[in-house]
T-cell receptor, first 115, second 114 residues
């Protein structure tokens, strides 16, 4: 049972390059999320999805895009990488029964550096 | 909108000493509250959660937390810290509307002295 899988684990990008961070979950969770983590700032929500075909912006969406074509996959796209996007990115998922106590399941993170 | 404040950015305790990490939240309704732990280079692991009922909740690794509505707090405690507890700890409040989103505090980094 893999849970939430993120790839790659590490990546260095040059300014202006594009890339996609992959996130896959095998728990049939409806809700999926992308967070970024910066030192001392906790985790900030970038985008989230409540089901296939439905996405919405979080607190810090600028410079990112997402899609949710299947329940399992929730990729995060950076179109024109900027140094401000240097961060650790976490994908998470939760069941629609979240309120009953299931919480989030997190991936292991992607450490991205933009130079 | 909900928010979470963790007033202590860094805390250092001696091994075997007791620990309390502070968390204050702001949320208009009854909150769902969580504590997560992150070891270096790792993802976040759920320590414990409060949804309703008994205000003192027990979690994994010997941690507990107490929900105090009057103080809008959800402090994390452990009676005796082990060196392996050195990590970063995040408090989070959850909303049950608009996608079950969690809002995280800035984190507290715990260091343990031998």
């Amino acid at each position: 049972n893999a849970g939430v899988t993120q790839t790659p684990k590490f990546r260095i990008l040059k300014i202006g390059q594009s890339m996609t961070l992959q996130c896959t979950q095998d728990m049939n969770h409806n809700y999926m999320y992308w967070y970024r983590q910066d030192p001392g700032m906790g985790l900030k929500l970038i985008y989230y999805s409540v089901g296939a075909g439905i996405t919405d912006k979080g607190e810090v969406p600028n410079g990112y895009n997402v899609s949710r074509s299947t329940t399992e996959d929730f990729p995060l796209r950076l179109e024109l990488a900027a140094p401000s996007q240097t961060s650790v990115y976490f994908c998470a998922s939760s069941s629609i029964l979240w309120g009953a106590g299931y919480g989030y399941t997190f991936g292991s993170g992607t450490r991205l550096t933009v130079v | 909108a909900q928010s979470v404040t963790q007033p202590d950015i860094h805390i250092t305790v001696s091994e075997g000493a007791s620990l309390e990490l502070r968390c204050n939240y702001s949320y208009g309704a009854t909150p769902y509250l969580f504590w997560y732990v992150q070891s270096p280079g790792q993802g976040l692991q759920l320590l414990l959660k409060y949804f309703s009922g008994d205000t003192l909740v027990q979690g994994i690794k010997g941690f507990e937390a107490e929900f105090k509505r009057s103080q809008s707090s959800f402090n994390l405690r452990k009676p005796s810290v082990h060196w392996s507890d050195a990590a970063e700890y995040f408090c989070a409040v959850g909303a049950t509307d608009a996608g079950n989103m969690l809002t995280f505090g800035g984190g507290t980094r715990l260091m343990v002295k031998p």
